[in-house]
Nanobody
Framework: QVQLVESGGGLVQPGGSLRLSCAAS????????MSWYRQAPGKQREFVAR???????NYADSVKGRFTISRDNAKNTVYLQMNSLKVEDTAVYHC?????????WGQGTQVTVSS
């Protein structure tokens, strides 16, 4: 059974850091494009970051220089390190795996940035 399970969300003050994890089961994520998306209340889901099978990364302009996506193929897990968090980063963060016709999503983890 294919599954993506996110963890690591929570409440953090502006300027703080969090590291999100996305653990995959039922498939090997090393050959997939792995991405993070987020959805804030009342807004559409938006792209945050992506890492290709070859390790190339790209980021939304809003998080560039603050967020880092990485993968540990041995643990079948992808991460999102989030630094210098802002109130506007508050959202549910979802993990996504894509390859050819396969498109898998996790249930999401809540990140709240508030003082």
């Amino acid at each position: 059974q294919v599954q993506l399970v996110e963890s690591g969300g929570g409440l953090v003050q502006p300027g703080g850091s969090l590291r999100l994890s996305c653990a995959a089961s039922g498939f090997t994520l090393s050959s997939y494009y792995m991405s993070w998306y987020r959805q804030a209340p009342g807004k559409q889901r938006e792209f945050v970051a992506r890492i290709t099978a070859g390790g190339t990364t790209n980021y939304a302009d809003s998080v560039k220089g603050r967020f880092t996506i990485s993968r540990d193929n041995a643990k079948n897990t992808v991460y999102l390190q989030m630094n210098s968090l802002k109130v506007e980063d508050t959202a549910v963060y979802h993990c996504n795996a894509q390859r050819n016709n396969a498109d898998y999503w996790g249930q999401g983890t809540q990140v709240t940035v508030s003082s």
